[in-house]
């Protein structure tokens, strides 16, 4: 998770934060309950209680977005898909894989269980509001019970526009990824109809804040830049994604595997400028193996205040890290590192260690995008 991600802990094995970008959202939908949802539905009431279960029903509204994204991730287990974690944010959460499905049939189960989870918790909170306003339950309960019902079946049929990165998106991409047995064809169809949508929230939102409605326009207008920015992002993926078919790790691997002794202070490694590459293996003063070092932990001690920090502390067992082959090529060795690209992989070929592969090692990537894109005369 990144640095703005603050960590909740561990469901199923998954780790499950929040970004900071969530509170302010957060604080809209309280708000928008103690103050115009709860009064209208169960009036006569003070403005402690309404703020109270104002509160306590944003905090189920979460949880309820949680197993909408738990569920993705858990599907996606089972079909072979690791899950990173799950990080929930302004426009929803967000499931971290670490792979993709290898097949159209799985990224639509993975997607649409979703969606599903939601409209199924929309029709238990509708069903229990019925039962216990006919018991006359306190109206308050009833009313907190009413809105998550609401609120679920707008995430759940929201989320079935298929306009990326939104569920539908990804189900109308499985579509056509399973009809032309092209993966990027489907992405790529999924994001010019999700362009089509983007810009139709946003005349929608235009046109409301004319009408006088500022609030409601705002949202939508953002909610349409963010679906348009997110589907341009996935587009490029495609084109990224393409290039790096075409580059095996051997071409911007770092060989031979740079080598540093675990006795040195990560303040002495940076002071010197040494600290090029992304990841190291450590030697001892006997020249036997510590381990490995990523760059980004060295980085971290500095931030964090601790240069005087020996390396060999930091050091990373060879069992921790991800172990990618010369010949494969990029696109999968990426797939499999994941989130953990920062922390850097082992290229191992007949069981020997060869070399190093990290974020910093892209970058040769980047300079031969040009060329790749070129095809040989004949």
């Known amino acids: 998770m990144g640095s703005q991600t603050i960590r909740l802990g561990r469901i199923f094995g998954l780790e499950i934060g929040f ?106 909170f509708f069903g229990t509001q019925l039962l216990l306003g006919s018991l006359n339950a306190p109206l308050l309960l009833v009313t907190v019970l009413s809105w998550m019902a609401l609120l679920n079946l707008v995430l759940g049929v929201f989320n079935l526009v298929p306009a990326l990165p939104l569920d539908g998106g990804r189900l109308l991409g499985a579509a056509v990824w399973w009809r032309t047995g092209s993966k990027d064809r489907g992405t790529t169809g999924a994001v010019r109809v999700g362009r089509f949508f983007a810009y139709l929230l ?77 990841l190291y293996a450590l030697h001892g003063v006997g020249g036997e193996p510590l381990g490995f070092l990523p760059r980004s932990r060295v980085e971290e001690a500095v931030r964090g205040g601790h240069p005087e920090w020996r390396l060999e502390a930091l050091a990373v067992a060879a069992e921790q890290l991800t172990k990618v082959r010369p010949d494969e090529d990029l696109e999968a060795a990426l797939l499999r590192l994941g989130p953990h690209l920062e922390q850097g ?31 040989p005369q004949r």
């Open 19 to 124: 970004n900071w970008s969530l509170l302010p959202f957060f604080l809209l939908v309280a708000w928008t309950m103690a103050t115009e949802v709860l009064p209208s539905g169960a009036p006569g009431l003070s403005s402690t209680e309404y703020w109270i279960a104002g509160v306590v029903g944003t905090v189920v509204f979460y949880a309820c977005l949680l197993a909408h994204e738990l569920s993705h991730a858990l599907v996606a287990r089972t079909k072979g898909v690791k899950v990173a974690g799950i990080t929930l944010w302004l426009f929803g959460g967000v499931t971290q894989l670490e792979g993709e499905p290898s097949r159209a049939q799985d990224q639509a189960l993975i997607t649409a269980v979703g969606p599903l989870t939601s409209l199924v918790l929309a029709a238990i």
């Open 202 to 278: 946003i005349a929608l939102g235009a046109l409301e804040v004319l009408a006088g409605g500022l609030l409601n326009g705002l949202w939508l207008a953002l909610i349409g830049w963010f679906l348009l920015s997110a589907g341009a992002a996935e587009g490029r993926q495609v084109g990224v994604r393409s290039r790096l078919r075409q580059v095996p790790v051997a071409a911007v691997m770092t060989s031979p595997v740079p080598t540093l002794p675990g006795w040195l202070t990560c303040g002495q490694l940076v002071e010197a400028g040494s600290l090029g590459a992304g």
């Open 345 to 375: 992989a082992l290229v191992v070929a007949n069981g020997e260690l060869v070399g190093t592969l990290a974020a910093s090692d892209l970058a040769r990537v980047a300079a031969l995008a040009p060329l790749l894109s070129q095809r």
